[in-house]
């Protein structure tokens, strides 16, 4: 079964932008390189998506806040 996902306490831009583009392209590069991919989830958004903490590799980046440092999203 396929569930959607909403990165917990953040917002990034819109897709069809240049930044939404770009944060879609980091995220994917960070994604197709561990082995390991911890995902915590919480309660569902009223658009019926989990809202959830992405946590990568065995050092455990924290996907929400990396997005971030990096500017790509804003505090939600």
Request: aromatic letters at 10%.
């Amino acid at each position: 079964m396929l569930e959607k996902l909403r990165l917990r306490g953040i917002d990034t831009p819109e897709l069809p932008t240049p930044k939404g583009k770009k944060a879609k392209t980091f995220v994917e590069e960070i994604l197709k390189k561990p082995k390991i991919i911890t995902i915590k989830t919480y309660r569902k958004d009223k658009y019926d998506r989990y809202l959830a903490d992405i946590f990568v590799g065995s050092k455990e980046l924290f996907l929400n806040q990396k997005l971030l440092d990096e500017k790509l999203a804003a505090a939600y």
